[in-house]
Protein backbone atom coordinates (compact mmCIF):
# COMPACT_ATOMS: atom_id res chain seq x y z
CA UNK A 1 0.00 0.00 0.00
CA UNK A 2 1.22 3.58 -1.13
CA UNK A 3 2.24 5.80 1.96
CA UNK A 4 1.63 9.60 1.08
CA UNK A 5 3.66 11.53 3.56
CA UNK A 6 2.84 15.03 3.16
CA UNK A 7 3.74 18.82 5.76
CA UNK A 8 1.37 21.10 6.17
CA UNK A 9 3.74 23.87 7.66
CA UNK A 10 0.81 25.78 9.28
CA UNK A 11 -2.65 25.10 10.64
CA UNK A 12 -3.87 27.32 7.54
CA UNK A 13 -2.07 25.53 5.28
CA UNK A 14 -3.54 22.00 6.40
CA UNK A 15 -6.93 24.02 6.21
CA UNK A 16 -6.58 25.27 2.45
CA UNK A 17 -6.10 21.82 1.71
CA UNK A 18 -8.79 20.04 3.99
CA UNK A 19 -11.16 18.50 1.79
CA UNK A 20 -14.65 19.11 3.70
CA UNK A 21 -16.65 18.53 1.04
CA UNK A 22 -15.99 14.78 1.27
CA UNK A 23 -18.37 12.56 3.26
CA UNK A 24 -15.51 11.23 5.57
CA UNK A 25 -13.52 14.49 4.74
CA UNK A 26 -10.11 14.54 3.27
CA UNK A 27 -6.77 16.15 2.47
CA UNK A 28 -5.05 17.08 -0.97
CA UNK A 29 -1.78 16.13 -1.47
CA UNK A 30 1.06 17.49 -4.07
CA UNK A 31 1.94 14.88 -5.95
CA UNK A 32 2.63 13.64 -9.99
CA UNK A 33 1.91 10.75 -8.93
CA UNK A 34 -0.47 8.93 -10.64
CA UNK A 35 -2.68 6.65 -8.54
CA UNK A 36 -6.02 4.98 -9.83
CA UNK A 37 -9.04 6.28 -8.71
CA UNK A 38 -10.72 4.36 -5.26
CA UNK A 39 -6.99 2.88 -4.64
CA UNK A 40 -6.39 2.90 -0.87
CA UNK A 41 -3.50 4.32 0.49
CA UNK A 42 -1.93 5.55 4.10
CA UNK A 43 -1.55 9.44 4.44
CA UNK A 44 0.90 10.35 7.16
CA UNK A 45 0.17 14.48 7.96
CA UNK A 46 2.20 16.27 9.96
CA UNK A 47 1.18 19.88 10.72
CA UNK A 48 4.09 21.37 11.74
CA UNK A 49 7.90 20.56 10.85
CA UNK A 50 8.17 20.09 14.47
CA UNK A 51 4.91 17.69 14.98
CA UNK A 52 4.32 14.26 15.48
CA UNK A 53 2.52 12.49 11.93
CA UNK A 54 -0.87 10.88 12.17
CA UNK A 55 -1.87 8.17 10.13
CA UNK A 56 -4.72 7.80 8.49
CA UNK A 57 -5.93 5.62 5.62
CA UNK A 58 -8.26 6.48 2.83
CA UNK A 59 -8.90 6.44 -1.24
CA UNK A 60 -8.13 8.54 -4.17
CA UNK A 61 -11.15 10.27 -4.84
CA UNK A 62 -9.65 12.44 -7.67
CA UNK A 63 -6.63 13.34 -9.48
CA UNK A 64 -5.66 17.35 -10.39
CA UNK A 65 -2.80 18.18 -13.60
CA UNK A 66 -0.21 20.48 -12.95
CA UNK A 67 -1.09 24.02 -15.14
CA UNK A 68 2.18 25.91 -14.92
CA UNK A 69 0.15 28.99 -16.25
CA UNK A 70 -2.35 29.06 -13.19
CA UNK A 71 0.76 28.06 -11.14
CA UNK A 72 -1.93 25.20 -10.52
CA UNK A 73 -0.34 22.15 -8.13
CA UNK A 74 -0.60 18.71 -9.62
CA UNK A 75 -1.98 16.67 -6.59
CA UNK A 76 -4.66 14.20 -5.45
CA UNK A 77 -7.53 14.52 -3.15
CA UNK A 78 -7.91 12.17 -0.75
CA UNK A 79 -10.94 10.89 1.33
CA UNK A 80 -10.22 9.70 4.60
CA UNK A 81 -12.38 6.19 5.09
CA UNK A 82 -15.31 6.02 7.27
CA UNK A 83 -13.27 3.87 9.94
CA UNK A 84 -10.79 6.87 10.24
CA UNK A 85 -13.65 9.06 12.12
CA UNK A 86 -11.65 9.10 15.32
CA UNK A 87 -8.03 10.10 13.55
CA UNK A 88 -9.69 12.30 11.23
CA UNK A 89 -11.49 14.25 14.48
CA UNK A 90 -7.95 14.23 16.27
CA UNK A 91 -6.23 15.49 13.09
CA UNK A 92 -8.80 18.70 12.80
CA UNK A 93 -8.76 19.27 16.72
CA UNK A 94 -4.55 19.31 16.58
CA UNK A 95 -5.00 22.07 13.33
CA UNK A 96 -7.58 24.00 15.25
CA UNK A 97 -5.07 24.18 18.02
CA UNK A 98 -7.47 22.93 20.60
CA UNK A 99 -5.52 22.95 24.31
CA UNK A 100 -8.05 19.92 25.34
CA UNK A 101 -7.02 17.59 22.99
CA UNK A 102 -4.49 15.51 24.83
CA UNK A 103 -1.22 14.33 22.63
CA UNK A 104 -1.53 10.74 21.61
CA UNK A 105 0.99 8.42 23.56
CA UNK A 106 1.29 5.60 21.27
CA UNK A 107 1.18 5.62 16.98
CA UNK A 108 -1.14 3.52 15.32
CA UNK A 109 0.53 1.34 12.28
CA UNK A 110 -1.39 0.81 9.56
CA UNK A 111 -1.80 -2.89 9.16
CA UNK A 112 -3.57 -6.09 7.21
CA UNK A 113 -4.08 -8.82 8.91
CA UNK A 114 -6.66 -11.63 8.49
CA UNK A 115 -7.67 -12.63 11.84
CA UNK A 116 -10.67 -14.06 14.20
CA UNK A 117 -12.50 -12.73 17.36
CA UNK A 118 -15.11 -13.99 19.67
CA UNK A 119 -16.94 -12.68 22.66
CA UNK A 120 -16.21 -13.88 26.05
CA UNK A 121 -18.23 -16.74 26.79
CA UNK A 122 -19.02 -17.63 23.58
CA UNK A 123 -17.46 -20.46 21.63
CA UNK A 124 -18.03 -18.69 18.18
CA UNK A 125 -14.89 -17.00 16.24
CA UNK A 126 -16.11 -14.37 13.79
CA UNK A 127 -13.79 -13.12 10.82
CA UNK A 128 -12.20 -9.70 10.85
CA UNK A 129 -8.88 -7.88 9.50
CA UNK A 130 -6.79 -5.98 11.71
CA UNK A 131 -6.63 -2.86 9.92
CA UNK A 132 -4.47 -0.93 12.51
CA UNK A 133 -2.57 -1.26 15.72
CA UNK A 134 -0.61 0.67 18.37
CA UNK A 135 0.46 0.10 21.74
CA UNK A 136 -2.99 1.44 23.07
CA UNK A 137 -5.21 -0.10 20.98
CA UNK A 138 -6.31 -1.22 17.35
CA UNK A 139 -9.16 -1.54 14.63
CA UNK A 140 -10.76 -4.21 13.66
CA UNK A 141 -12.84 -4.47 9.98
CA UNK A 142 -15.54 -6.92 9.75
CA UNK A 143 -19.23 -7.65 8.60
CA UNK A 144 -20.10 -9.81 11.55
CA UNK A 145 -22.20 -8.40 14.48
CA UNK A 146 -20.50 -6.66 17.60
CA UNK A 147 -22.44 -6.57 20.70
CA UNK A 148 -21.04 -6.34 24.36
CA UNK A 149 -18.24 -4.45 25.22
CA UNK A 150 -15.43 -7.18 25.86
CA UNK A 151 -13.77 -9.12 23.12
CA UNK A 152 -11.32 -11.34 22.78
CA UNK A 153 -8.60 -10.90 19.55
CA UNK A 154 -7.47 -14.11 17.72
CA UNK A 155 -4.65 -12.68 15.61
CA UNK A 156 -0.98 -15.05 14.32
CA UNK A 157 1.71 -12.87 14.08
CA UNK A 158 4.17 -12.88 11.86
CA UNK A 159 6.70 -16.04 12.56
CA UNK A 160 3.85 -17.32 14.97
CA UNK A 161 2.40 -20.79 14.43
CA UNK A 162 -0.33 -20.35 16.36
CA UNK A 163 -3.49 -17.99 17.52
CA UNK A 164 -2.43 -15.34 19.63
CA UNK A 165 -5.34 -14.16 21.99
CA UNK A 166 -5.54 -10.70 23.95
CA UNK A 167 -8.39 -9.25 25.61
CA UNK A 168 -9.55 -5.87 24.82
CA UNK A 169 -12.47 -3.21 25.31
CA UNK A 170 -14.50 -2.15 22.70
CA UNK A 171 -13.93 1.38 22.43
CA UNK A 172 -16.29 2.65 19.90
CA UNK A 173 -18.09 0.47 16.48
CA UNK A 174 -17.88 2.09 12.75
CA UNK A 175 -20.71 1.57 10.53
CA UNK A 176 -20.89 1.44 6.22
CA UNK A 177 -18.72 -0.05 4.07
CA UNK A 178 -15.27 0.25 6.88
CA UNK A 179 -17.55 -1.83 9.22
CA UNK A 180 -15.61 -2.80 12.34
CA UNK A 181 -14.69 -1.64 15.81
CA UNK A 182 -11.76 -0.31 17.99
CA UNK A 183 -10.43 -1.61 20.78
CA UNK A 184 -8.03 -0.80 23.74
CA UNK A 185 -6.13 -3.26 25.09
CA UNK A 186 -7.21 -4.93 28.61
CA UNK A 187 -4.61 -6.98 29.93
CA UNK A 188 -6.20 -9.15 33.25
CA UNK A 189 -3.15 -10.40 34.34
CA UNK A 190 1.08 -10.52 33.82
CA UNK A 191 0.44 -12.88 31.24
CA UNK A 192 -2.14 -10.45 29.25
CA UNK A 193 0.44 -7.69 29.46
CA UNK A 194 3.20 -9.57 27.92
CA UNK A 195 1.20 -10.93 24.82
CA UNK A 196 -0.13 -7.53 24.31
CA UNK A 197 3.32 -6.20 23.94
CA UNK A 198 4.71 -9.21 22.33
CA UNK A 199 1.78 -8.54 19.56
CA UNK A 200 2.26 -5.14 19.59
CA UNK A 201 6.81 -5.59 18.86
CA UNK A 202 5.99 -8.37 16.10
CA UNK A 203 3.42 -6.02 14.07
CA UNK A 204 5.87 -3.01 14.62
CA UNK A 205 8.71 -4.85 12.84
CA UNK A 206 5.98 -6.24 9.65
CA UNK A 207 5.05 -2.11 9.64
CA UNK A 208 8.61 -1.35 9.10
CA UNK A 209 9.02 -4.33 6.17
CA UNK A 210 6.04 -3.12 4.44
CA UNK A 211 5.97 0.33 5.19
CA UNK A 212 9.94 0.82 5.62
CA UNK A 213 10.15 2.58 1.79
CA UNK A 214 7.39 4.68 1.29
CA UNK A 215 6.80 6.62 -1.76
CA UNK A 216 8.19 10.01 -1.92
CA UNK A 217 5.61 12.14 -2.29
CA UNK A 218 4.39 16.02 -1.44
CA UNK A 219 6.23 18.13 1.14
Not at 59 to 65: F, L
Not at 68 to 77: D, F, I, M, N
Not at 147 to 170: D, F, H, N, Y
Not at 202 to 207: G, H, N, P, Q
Request: net charge positive; aromatic share 6%; glycine share 12%.
Amino acid sequence: MTILKTLCRTEAEFFDRYLGDLAGGGLFIPTRMALPLGEQVVVSVRIGPRADPVLLRGSVAWRRPGKHSTKTKAGLGIEFLASEKLGRDYLLALARGDATVPARRHQRLPIDLPMHWHIPGSGEDRPGVLRDIGRGGAFVKTNAPVEGTEVVLKVTPPGAQIEMPVSARIAWVAPGDEAGFGVSWRARDAGGTRRIKELVRRMERLADETFGAPSPVGT
